[in-house]
C-alpha cells in the first residue's frame, strides 16, 4: 500500500531541486547534486517496495519485537538516540528475533576485501532471520550483483531495499583510478528514512505510542 507521506517527503525533495544541467562557478558540487537527485528519484521510483517493507516490519512489531539496526554503526547513530532520529529506535544494534534494519556493503577506508564483507554480512542476516527476526536489507543491488551474491542476500532478508549506488562507489576517480567521493552512507540514509516515513504509517497509534516511550529510555 502506497502511502502519501513518505511520497510527498521525496516528492518536495525532488521538485525543490535546482535544474539538471547547467554550468556554474562549482562543477564537481553540481555534479554531486545532480546525481543525489538521480538517486533520489530512482528511491521515489521503488516506494512500492519499500512500502511492502515497511507493511512487514509494521506487523512484527506489532507482535511486540523491538527494531534494530545491523551493519553499520553510522546509519544506526544518524537513526537512534538524537533530536530527531527515528521514532521508537534506541540504538539496539540487533538480536535473533528482532526487526533488524540490515546494511549490506557499505565500504569503508579500511576494507580490503569488499567480497568477503558482503559474505560475511549476508551470513549474520541469514543467521538473525533463521532465529525469527524480520531482516529488511538496505543496499546496492549493483553491488550485490557484481560479486555475484544478489540472490544470496535476498535470501537472507525478507524485503531488500535498494539505495541505487553504483558497484565501485565513488562520483569521481582519481589519478590512480581509485573511486571517491562515495555516495553510499548518504544513499543509505535517504532510503532508510523514506522506509521510516513508511513504517510509520503502516503502524497503529498504540504502537506508536509505546515506540516513542521507548526512545526516551536510550540503551546506549
Given amino acids: 500500500m502506497l502511502r502519501p507521506f513518505s511520497i510527498l517527503i521525496v516528492s518536495v525533495v525532488i521538485s525543490l531541486w535546482p535544474p539538471l544541467s547547467h554550468a556554474d562557478e562549482a ?3 553540481r555534479a554531486y547534486l545532480d546525481t543525489l537527485q538521480t538517486r533520489l528519484q530512482q528511491v521515489d521510483a521503488q516506494m512500492s517496495a519499500i512500502s511492502e517493507a515497511a507493511d512487514l516490519a509494521a506487523k512484527a512489531l506489532v507482535e511486540g519485537k523491538s527494531f534494530a539496526v545491523c551493519g553499520d554503526d553510522g546509519l544506526a547513530n544518524e537513526l537512534s538516540n538524537r533530536a530527531g532520529a527515528m521514532m521508537g529506535y534506541d ?11 540490515y546494511v549490506f556493503g557499505l565500504v569503508h577506508a579500511d576494507t580490503s576485501d569488499v567480497r568477503a564483507l558482503l559474505i560475511r554480512q549476508i551470513d549474520e542476516a541469514a543467521r538473525l532471520k533463521a532465529g525469527g527476526s524480520v531482516v529488511i536489507g538496505l543496499g546496492s543491488r549493483s553491488q550485490l550483483r557484481s560479486y555475484a551474491l544478489l540472490d544470496e542476500a535476498q535470501g537472507a532478508c525478507a524485503a531488500l531495499i535498494d539505495n541505487h549506488v553504483p558497484a565501485v562507489d565513488g562520483l569521481f576517480f582519481d589519478a590512480e583510478g581509485k573511486a571517491i567521493v562515495p555516495m553510499g552512507a548518504v544513499m ?14 503502516a503502524l497503529p497509534a498504540s504502537t506508536r505510542c509505546r515506540w516513542y516511550a521507548r526512545a526516551s529510555r536510550p540503551t546506549r
Avoid: K, M
Fill in 91 to 101: 540504538g539496539r544494534r540487533g538480536e535473533a528475533g528482532d526487526v533488524v534494519l
Fill in 188 to 201: 543509505n540514509a535517504a532510503a532508510a528514512w523514506t522506509f521510516e516515513c513508511e513504517l510509520f504509517a
Fill in 27 to 29: 562543477p564537481h558540487a
